[in-house]
């Protein structure tokens, strides 16, 4: 089944150290989307891809990163993880033409900083 | 401001019995669209339905509508026969325009607990 897919599912890393995340996706959909998602809140987009072209919004902090080496990966890259950014994160694809924008979700990587 | 508030933090309804989420939204764009997810315990969000702003009539996906009322800027989630499995966290979403294209915003979700 085509699908969005986010490994690992559960990851821990220590304060200060990096870590990526990734996306795939078997949907071939132009665009692909990172949201951040705090015990207990909404998703939060951090930034996505229309293709090759990163749009990030603008209060993500600079600690984060992505990347986008062709339509079916996306990693999300986080320099120094702080205490703050422990958190579910989202990866999710739309195919962005006209019409619904329905976005399609991974299942998430629950992020643990110790 | 685009804004989406969902003012119901928790929900609890028996099995077969049907429940309304509440949702409004904000904004001054004329075109728009409007979702619904479900969120289990696992985390995953899955879709729901959606309603674009422009559509006539209310979306209905099997047990699911969505009461839309556009002048009072409200888009409902109505779950007849309510199922134990439909105990998650459900959030409404819209369709914006911003600065880096498109995306949506969520609102602070419901919990909907189903008991038996």
């Known amino acids: 089944d085509a699908m969005v897919i986010q490994n690992p599912r559960y990851q821990v890393t220590q304060f200060g150290k990096p870590v990526t995340l990734s996306c795939s996706q078997t949907?071939?959909?132009?665009?692909m989307y990172w949201y951040q998602q705090k015990s207990s809140q909404a998703p939060k987009l951090l930034f996505h891809?229309?293709?090759?072209?990163?749009?990030n919004e603008a209060d993500t902090p600079d600690n984060f990163q992505s990347r986008r080496p062709n339509t079916s990966f996306c990693f999300l890259d986080i320099r120094s993880p702080g205490l703050g950014d422990a958190a579910m994160y989202l990866c999710?694809?739309?195919?962005?033409?006209?019409?619904?924008?329905?976005?399609?979700f991974g299942p998430g990587t629950r992020l643990t900083v110790t | 401001a685009q804004k989406i508030t969902q003012t119901q933090p928790g929900m609890f309804v028996q099995e077969k019995e049907a429940v309304t989420l509440d949702c409004t939204y904000d904004?001054?764009?004329?075109?728009?669209?409007l979702f619904w997810y479900k969120q289990p315990s696992s985390g995953e969000m899955i879709f729901l339905i959606y309603?674009?702003?422009?559509?006539?009539q209310n979306a209905t996906e099997g047990r699911y509508s969505l009461n839309f009322q556009k002048a009072r800027k409200s888009a409902n989630l109505v779950i007849s026969a309510s199922q134990l499995g439909d105990s998650a966290m459900y959030f409404c979403?819209?369709?914006?325009?911003?600065?880096?294209?498109?995306?949506?915003?969520f609102g602070k979700g419901t919990t909907l607990s189903v008991s038996s």
């Open positions: 949907l071939n959909h132009n665009v």
């Open positions: 904004t001054s764009d004329p075109s728009y669209g």
């Open positions: 979403a819209m369709r914006v325009l911003n600065q880096a294209g498109t995306a949506l915003i």
């Open positions: 309603q674009g702003s422009y559509d006539q």
């Open positions: 891809y229309y293709d090759k072209d990163f749009n």
């Open positions: 999710a694809t739309s195919s962005g033409g006209v019409g619904t924008y329905e976005q399609y």
